[in-house]
């Protein structure tokens, strides 16, 4: 029996890590969909699945089987996404479905974000780590003010690549002059919010066309399937390239008689590259040392990328402990007050002067949201007036102040750096997730008119 469960665990890690050497082979990609309501965004997950041959044959018979006590004369391929009973019941995507399936050439971590402009937070969480954005727009009804709020979301994220499928092009007779329309207005939409990117492509989600394998009844598109695209479309990986970041999210101490005095610090490489030998400082204190080794479970390692999990050896004794930032090169100078861009999560509205709980990183301190300084107009991507409060799904710019020094710096696109949640202290709840400075003016640098801060109290902060 020992024997037996030996080897049955050899073979589940060598299972994970020849999962782990596929996936770094072939590229991740990560992608979420995006559109108005009915445009048909969990058909075209659903196709995307089902054609790719991604889809485990009970999950096909149970969605078969749904789709055939509802009188439906096909498949109904979006229940492969939907999970929720709600969204079952009503058709539609409420929730962010995340789906992960390969092919040959890359591996996908695809979000299946809500149409409704109530979930417009839900929208933001999807896309906040993307590489790219699929926005569907129905042909029948072209561009409409949920595609572009979707385009906006994207811009303001950061995300670098965006996909237009204009579906259901089949109940347009698949006519080209109805996509060539759809895709030039939606084409000079996207370039106005900085997005350069662009791919249009005429679908059927419900019959394929375009989705896996290209259409013979298009044969006036020449380009790319959506899943030719996908595969395709090329990633820059600059986070490996930029200044070490290492938030520390817990430090080893075994104190063990083979290892009374080893002292590691457990985290995630959130930017950059170490090796041993790289000089580093500790933030916020400032101390300065030199990275002496690197250790993972697999054993010592002679560096670590973007996205490696390890445990980092300094040559030093500093006082470090979670929350800390372990920096290389032009390392963020630690701040008590920053401006930052960011979206209502909680039904309950923020006012100024809400008492809050800052996470940054690994790092929570206490923190004062000292103003609302503009509230961003999502569909023409301008600023509006400081509001009183911020409901639901609002996006706005503010001021905040924290009672730590916090090594905060400029929102980088997929979210590794300067990205941060406001918390109720209260009960945990999450008020806002948001992104370190204006990101409005990011877009449009002639864009930015912070307000001054208003006085509040300092005792939550003491």
Do not use: C
Request: proline share 5%; net charge negative.
């Amino acid at each position: 029996m020992t024997t037996a469960i030996n080897g049955s665990a050899h073979l589940g890690a060598e299972a994970h890590e020849l999962a782990e050497e596929l996936s770094h082979s072939r590229g991740l990609l990560r992608f979420a969909t995006a559109g108005s309501v009915d445009d048909g965004k969990s058909t075209l997950v659903g196709r995307l699945l089902h054609d790719s041959k991604s889809v485990l044959s009970d999950q096909l018979d149970a969605v078969q089987r749904t789709s055939e006590a509802r009188g439906l004369e096909t498949v109904d391929l979006s229940l492969l996404v939907d999970g929720l009973r709600a969204e079952r019941e009503q058709g539609i995507t409420i929730d962010v479905a995340y789906r992960y399936f390969a092919t040959p050439t890359r591996t996908f971590i695809l979000a299946d974000t809500p149409g409704h402009v109530q979930y417009t937070r839900n929208t933001v969480t999807g896309a906040s780590t993307a590489d790219l954005v699929v926005i569907l727009t129905d042909a029948r009804t072209g561009v409409v003010a949920q595609t572009r709020r979707h385009a906006a979301v994207a811009a303001l994220l950061g995300v670098p690549h965006l996909l237009l499928a204009v579906n259901k092009i089949d109940l347009v007779d698949y006519d080209q002059a109805v996509f060539d329309a759809i895709a030039a207005e939606f084409s000079a939409y996207a370039k106005g919010l900085g997005i350069h990117e662009i791919t249009g492509i005429p679908i059927s989600a419900l019959n394929g066309d375009n989705v896996v394998t290209r259409s013979e009844r298009i044969d006036w598109y020449d380009g790319p399937s959506v899943l030719e695209h996908l595969e395709t479309v090329e990633l820059e990986n600059s986070s490996a390239a930029e200044d070490l970041r290492f938030p520390v999210q817990y430090v080893i101490r075994p104190r063990s008689a083979e290892l009374p005095d080893y002292r590691g610090y457990a985290g995630r490489v959130a930017a950059g590259t170490v090796r041993p030998g790289d000089d580093v400082v500790v933030l916020p204190s400032g101390r300065r040392s030199t990275v002496s080794g690197i250790d993972t479970a697999d054993g010592p390692r002679d560096v670590a990328v973007a996205g490696d999990s390890v445990t980092l050896l300094l040559s030093d004794d500093v006082d470090l402990s979670r929350g800390d930032l372990i920096a290389a090169g032009r390392a963020p100078e630690p701040v008590t007050q920053f401006t930052a861009t960011v979206t209502q999560l909680a039904e309950n509205p923020l006012k100024p002067g809400a008492r809050a709980l800052l996470r940054y990183g690994t790092t929570s301190t206490r923190a004062l949201v000292t103003s609302l300084d503009h509230l961003l107009d999502i569909d023409t991507l301008t600023y509006g007036p400081a509001p009183e409060s911020l409901a639901l799904n609002d996006i706005a710019q503010v001021t905040i102040r924290t009672a730590d020094p916090v090594p905060v710096e400029a929102y980088r696109p997929g979210g590794a750096v300067g990205s941060l949640l406001i918390i109720d202290p209260a009960d945990g709840t999450s008020l806002a997730a948001g992104m370190v400075g204006d990101r409005l003016a990011a877009l449009h640098p002639q864009t930015t008119a912070p307000a001054t801060p208003a006085e509040t109290e300092e005792d939550w902060l003491s």
